[in-house]
């Protein structure tokens, strides 16, 4: 990526320094600590001026977290991996697919028969 990429760069260079500088190292921010109920802690830096939110999805765990440590917001019920997982698992497990799919075939060749369906 040497070439091209050196390319991208000094045309970058060339237009980019006042634009750097605008929100540059000067720029004030605020560091904002957010704990999740699994105690992970995650430090998010704002700009000063930026509105902090409340809450913060911890990066961790994705469960909210919120700035008092001793009051974390609770875990919602429905996690959304593990709800995935079983989902996947309920549906290779799934008999009634497979009667779902002989019954169509069934009504897909009974359609050729009679010429409905041409393929
Ligand atoms: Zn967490």
């Not at 997982?85 to 309920?90: C, S, T």
Request: aromatic letters at 6%.
């Amino acid at each position: 990526m040497a070439g091209g990429g050196n390319a991208i760069r000094g045309s970058r260079v060339g237009a980019g320094p006042m634009g750097e500088a605008e929100r540059g190292e000067a720029a004030p921010r605020q560091s904002v600590t957010y704990f999740c109920s699994n105690e992970h802690r995650t430090l998010i830096a704002f700009a000063v001026e930026a509105t902090v939110p409340d809450t913060w999805d911890c990066p961790r765990c994705g469960l909210p977290a919120s700035m008092d440590s001793d009051n974390p917001p609770p875990a919602p019920k429905i996690e959304p991996y593990k709800t995935h997982l079983a989902y996947v698992k309920e549906r290779r497990s799934d008999a009634e697919a497979k009667d779902i799919l002989n019954e169509a075939i069934q009504t897909l060749r009974q359609r050729r028969k009679s010429g409905e369906v041409i393929f």
